[in-house]
């Protein structure tokens, strides 16, 4: 018996001396990132935003359009006008096609716009730290940093190819710099803080400059109905800044492009979506409803303590104040007119993101913020455990849903075993958070929460992603059409444009389009026609494909494409007779770097 309990004393000992090494072990770590939180988030950066940067293709809708868009300015020379499938992009402004342009001369062209994204994804993270270090402390700022990574929308858009990051680097650095003047009253920080907004407007239009510029006007407002110092004039002169920033490149390219391209970029493009019904149309609270969910898990540590944060604001603790006042004008601004999507949003969340840092922080013994913090490591947990058990049950489930195979379940695959690396980490962290949360250590448990959720983050691109490539990318698809095209054949579009990046992959810098009554008059002589497969029906109406067949039906994004290609392609017409050859016509190709 006496050794018995001997034997028990010396387990306990060494389970409690392993506990004390693992906690030692975890505060030391604590202490190495409290000393150089800004290595730590470059190091997080590198793993969960660079080193998965060439792991796919190019997604629809915005990543391969961009991308075509800058690869036609590369290749024509035409980098003050944007150019998209041989013809004018009135679309968009130039600055973010600079950027991949540059950014190709030193990555892939595949992945350049990720990498201009990935570098605007860290201006936002080391802004957003340096505003919560501005409205708390150090510790403060790195909570906000961990709660946006890991922020689901947040954490899909830093990934890719879109404006909208670059378009929320300088949002963040205007409302940095508008925070820096608040504080100091340095003229220069305002300059500044509308100069963001001019390279903005060039990122993508006035919505740069209109979004800061009511917050600061809303700000200025209640500071002279609370009886404070309040200055209205930059609210006259910085936009003038801005906008002279934008002119030096409207003005020139206006020139050039031409009356049409005028009238679009200044007036149909950028007004005409608010009087008008506009793509991607949405009702008025939309946003309302679809915010909370794409803020997740976050947002439910925000609705909880919604009580406190009203108290906050009732008292005018100034830090809590304009980050709310930011967040509060995005809402309003964006479901104002009819088109919406999510990533519209994307500017709100570095102050969403220091809110909940200041929540955690400020409110660290209250039994509610434990609550709410705790069913978000429940739901991380739960997410986790879906994102490692898939593989597993899928060969169970891809006899009823034909969809899962293209997750193959290999057990020589190196992608699957990988997953479980990130995945038991993350499980060890979140038992960690909620060892934090018993004793309310509040902050270190979000950001023990936030990092297993970038773990998570980690699984989806090392398993997932890779495999949903092979139907959401047209590189495969792509790679089928080269095989089967003649050396300098032709290829068309039926119906459409489509931006799925097929001119990239084909390295064409135009596929024409061909649609019926074109066909009626002259049928068609290329050597492979791209449709959708729901408009198959649509074409033998008007073209009987005596003269085709159908080489391969692929999956591209959402949808289904059949390649058609010509019976007797060495006899078809290359380009059209009354025409030269030209890069424009499909009939020449470009290579791509």
């Known amino acids: 018996m006496a050794a018995n309990m001997e034997s028990n004393q010396e387990i306990n000992d060494v389970q409690s001396l392993a506990e004390k090494k693992g906690a030692s072990l975890f505060t030391i770590i604590q202490k190495i990132i409290s000393r150089h939180p800004i290595m730590f988030i470059i190091l997080l950066w590198l793993l969960f935003v660079v080193l998965p940067i060439g792991n796919r293709g190019l997604w629809a ?27 004018i992009y009135a679309e968009k402004p130039p600055l973010f096609f600079w950027l991949t342009m540059v950014a190709a001369k030193i990555f892939a062209f595949e992945t350049a716009s990720r990498w201009v994204s990935a570098f605007a994804s860290l201006g936002i993270l080391l802004l957003t730290f340096r505003l919560g270090v501005m409205s708390k402390d150090e510790k403060t700022g790195l909570t906000a940093v961990l709660v946006l990574m890991s922020t689901s929308l947040f954490t ?9 990051i670059t378009l929320t680097f300088f949002t963040t650095a205007s409302l940095f710099f508008f925070l820096k003047w608040d504080g100091r009253q340095e003229k220069k920080f305002l300059v500044l803080a509308y100069g963001a907004c001019g390279l903005g407007i060039l990122a993508k239009g006035p919505v740069a400059l209109l979004v800061p510029w009511l917050s600061f006007v809303l700000w200025e407002s209640g500071k002279y109905f609370r009886h404070e110092k309040a200055s209205f004039a930059h609210l006259a002169w910085g936009p003038a800044v801005a906008l002279a920033i934008a002119a030096l490149w409207v003005i020139p390219a206006c020139i050039a ?74 809402l309003v601004f964006f479901s104002l007119p009819s088109g919406k999507r999510e990533r519209y949003l994307l500017p709100l969340y570095p102050a969403f993101s220091i809110i909940i840092a200041h929540i955690v922080a400020r409110w660290s013994r209250r039994r509610d913020t434990t609550l709410w913090l705790r069913i978000c490591a429940i739901l991380v947990l739960v997410i986790l455990g879906v994102l490692m058990l898939f593989p597993a049950v899928v060969p169970i489930l891809k006899d009823r849903f034909s969809v899962l195979s293209i997750f193959p379940f290999d057990l020589a695959d190196w992608h699957l075993w990988g997953i479980y690396i990130p995945g038991v980490l993350a499980v060890g962290l979140i038992r960690q958070a909620f060892k934090h949360l018993h004793v309310r250590q509040h902050r270190v448990a ?74 009626s008059h002259h049928p068609p ?60 016509d499909g009939s020449i190709t470009v290579n791509a770097t």
């Open 156 to 164: 899909l858009l830093m990934t890719t190819g879109n404006i909208d």
């Open 61 to 87: 809708p915005d990543e391969p359009r961009y991308l075509q868009v800058a690869w036609e300015m590369t290749h024509t020379g035409s980098y003050l006008v944007p150019i998209m499938n041989g013809e």
């Open 257 to 330: 492009g031409g009356r049409e391209y005028t009238r679009t970029i200044l007036f149909r493009q950028q007004f005409g979506r608010v009087i008008r019904s506009a793509p991607h149309s949405r009702p008025v609270f939309y946003y309302f409803l679809n915010f909370p969910l794409d803020a997740l898990p976050w947002f439910i540590v925000l609705a909880g303590v919604a009580p406190v944060i009203k108290n906050a604001v009732r008292d005018r603790q100034r830090e809590l104040l304009f980050f709310g006042l930011w967040i509060c004008t995005i």
């Open 446 to 519: 979000c950001n023990l929460v936030a990092v297993s959720l970038l773990l998570g983050f980690a699984i989806v691109q090392l398993y997932y992603i890779p495999h949903v490539d092979r139907v959401k990318s047209a590189r495969y698809a792509s790679q089928t059409i080269r095989s089967i095209l003649p050396a300098g054949g032709s290829v068309a579009f039926y119906g459409r444009r489509f931006d799925n990046g097929w001119n990239f992959y084909l390295q064409r810098a135009k596929i024409p389009v061909i649609t019926d009554e074109q066909i």
């Open 525 to 584: 002589h290329y050597d492979l026609i791209i449709l959708r497969k729901k408009d198959l029906p649509k074409l033998k109406k008007v073209m009987p494909l005596t003269r085709y067949e159908i080489a391969a039906v692929q999956p591209v994004g959402s949808k289904k494409f059949v390649l058609l290609k010509l019976k007797s392609a060495g006899q078809a017409a290359r380009c059209t007779p009354d025409k030269r050859p030209s890069i424009f």
